[in-house]
């Protein structure tokens, strides 16, 4: 089996929560549900506007629950960190009474076989509550709402913000060409693969040609050149975030490695101030030595550092611009 890579994305962010979600996690901190009458029905959550018609519903709220009856549900073998339980449980569509909508939450039934269409459910509130839909720690079978134990007292200030942290964890299979060019990197080498049709030159270990649909191995490989030429490049402002490591404007470039089709994107440029970047330049490729290597980027494609300009002529040919890849 290849090895696999595990990479998370995360991206906090903090949200305003208007009228109608700000009420309804509001009546959560205080151990209540609440709806919006649309018509002759209650919404469950509360909604700003009609799903059917589009119109601006009145701020009519109404308390339901806070038991309620479960409409469907999906059984959770193995949960995730990013799971609301860190044991087996059931995602549920629960219709609370009172209620002409379904709320989805968790359900804690122990087993599959404890949980059912049509079963009765009350939630288990958290001690502490926020104002979130956490709150509700997850719904349990029975008729009466239960409290971790601890229960705080509510707190007095209506709850107008929400924060959030989305994330997403995913795994990148690494194929044997990854992993002969992620060598070659460390050794301060590019290792290309050469189309055997088309002559084509590519770099990454992606293992085939996209033209010729020709799979490329080990005895296609070839070493590639260490110089090229900035083809495109960016001046990247950044925008303090939890991560970000940079605070001052810095270049990322395009090389075109010479006689070559391989283009190197968002590459490092050495020693070149901001106002001196340039389509045209050329550069040649630095390698971290041994003493240099511990303080790499973790980031970094094996120990390569980045880009010097070399001080040859600058290419002019105009149609640098459009390779970027």
């Known amino acids: 089996m290849a090895r696999t890579i595990e ?30 009458r649309s018509g002759a029905r209650v919404i469950v959550p509360p909604l700003e506007w009609d799903p059917d ?21 999906t059984w959770v073998a193995k949960p995730s960190s990013q799971h609301p339980i860190d044991h087996p449980f ?4 629960v219709k609370l009474d009172g209620a002409d909508t379904a709320l989805f939450h968790a359900v804690d039934a122990g087993s599959p076989d404890a949980m059912s269409t049509g079963m009765r459910v009350a939630p288990r509130w958290k001690a502490e509550r ?17 409290v971790v134990a601890g229960d705080e007292s509510a707190p007095g200030e209506p709850v107008t913000m929400m924060e959030y942290n989305a994330s997403i964890t995913y795994n990148t299979p690494v194929t044997a060409n990854v992993e002969r060019s992620e060598r070659a990197t460390e050794e301060g080498r590019f290792l290309g693969l050469r189309c055997p049709v088309c002559g084509r030159t590519y770099t990454g270990g992606k293992g085939y040609c996209p033209v010729d649909a020709v799979e490329l191995t080990a005895e296609h490989e070839v070493d590639l050149p260490q110089r090229g030429t900035v083809s495109n490049y960016t001046i990247v402002t950044p925008i303090q975030y939890p991560g970000q490591t940079e605070t001052e404007p810095f ?5 075109w490695l010479d006689d070559t089709d391989v283009v190197l994107g968002y590459q490092a440029l050495l020693d070149t101030p901001n106002d001196d970047v340039r389509i045209g330049m050329r550069v040649a490729a630095m390698w971290a030595t041994d003493a240099e290597k ?18 040859e002529a600058d290419s002019t040919d105009p149609d640098l611009v459009n390779r970027i890849c």
């Open 130 to 146: 926020h104002g979130h839909i956490t709150d509700v720690d997850a719904f349990v079978p029975g008729e009466a709402a239960t």
């Open 90 to 93: 059931a995602f549920a569509l």
């Open 7 to 36: 990479s998370t994305i995360r991206f906090p962010y903090k949200r305003s929560l208007g009228p109608v979600l700000g009420a309804f996690m509001t009546a959560l901190t205080e151990k209540r549900f609440i709806g919006i």
């Open 294 to 311: 511990q303080d790499l980027d973790p980031r970094a494609e094996g120990n390569l550092v980045g880009w010097m300009p070399t001080g």
């Open 53 to 73: 018609t589009g119109a601006t519903l009145e701020h009519d709220f109404v308390d339901v629950g806070p038991a309620g009856t479960v409409v469907s549900w």
């Open 251 to 255: 270049a990322r470039v395009h090389v």
